[in-house]
């Protein structure tokens, strides 16, 4: 069975600081990996996406994230976060081929300090 | 291009008591998914539709559950009679065929059962 971890469930982090929220799969199959972002009130939205090709994957505000095969990784980036950054971050999985519903981490939460 | 919208925002009800709640997925997408988030938990799949056919729905926790999307557009998920245990924000996202690992969320419906 498919399996997100994400290991820290809570960040907090002054402006300007850089960020790294790690996530680790289990699946025994290729998988699209995927972050998703809720900011305060507002809905999931897609942060980065990574399905093949170059593991660096560059994302909307200044987010990037770097698949490493061999340690199931996809950890989430940001080399300088700004308060408006808080919010919660998503980690998921999906396989690439048969069932595509999303496998999901139980979320980090972030929290900047101006 | 309007997003996933689901109604109610909100729920509270009373253990035993039906709900219904409902979501609108972007125009011309054909496959929809159910999601939902218990309190400090993952954010877990419950079903797939692709147009009006249930693709999956091994998700689905047990038969007080009903979804269905007469038509292939709209979806309603059904909850009789509620339980103390199926309180949680439930999501709704949708993708398209041709692009069917990108899914977009609604913002939700939070379900209180008292």
């Known amino acids: 069975a498919q399996s997100v971890s994400q290991h820290n469930h809570h960040v907090i982090l002054s402006e300007a600081a850089s960020l790294e929220l790690g996530c680790n799969y289990s699946?025994?199959?290729?998988?699209?990996l995927f972050w998703y972002v809720q900011y305060p009130g507002q809905h999931l939205q897609l942060l980065l996406k990574?399905?093949?090709?170059?593991?660096l994957v560059k994302g909307i505000k200044g987010f990037e994230a770097e698949f490493i095969k061999s340690k199931f990784s996809f950890n989430l980036r940001k080399p300088s976060v700004q308060w408006s950054d808080t919010a919660e971050y998503f980690c998921?999985?999906?396989?690439?081929?048969?069932?595509?519903?999303?496998?999901f981490g139980t979320g980090t939460r972030l929290t900047v300090i101006p | 291009e309007a997003g996933v919208t689901q109604f109610p925002s909100h729920s509270v009800i009373e253990k035993g008591q039906t709900v219904t709640l409902r979501c609108d997925p972007i125009?011309?997408?054909?496959?929809l998914y159910w999601y939902r988030r218990v309190m400090g938990k993952e954010i877990k799949f419950l079903l797939h539709f692709v147009k009006e056919s249930k693709q999956d729905e091994s998700g689905m926790p047990n038969n007080r559950f009903l979804a269905e999307r007469t038509g292939g557009t709209y979806s309603t998920l059904k909850v009789q009679p509620a339980e103390l245990e199926d309180s949680g924000v439930y999501f709704c996202?949708?993708?398209?065929?041709?692009?069917?690992?990108?899914?977009?969320f609604g913002p939700g419906t939070r379900l209180l059962v008292l």
């Open positions: 699946y025994g199959g290729t998988v699209n």
């Open positions: 998921a999985v999906n396989a690439q081929t048969g069932a595509n519903n999303l496998f």
């Open positions: 125009s011309g997408h054909d496959n």
């Open positions: 996202a949708s993708s398209q065929i041709r692009d069917q690992e990108t899914q977009y």
């Open positions: 990574y399905f093949s090709g170059d593991p």
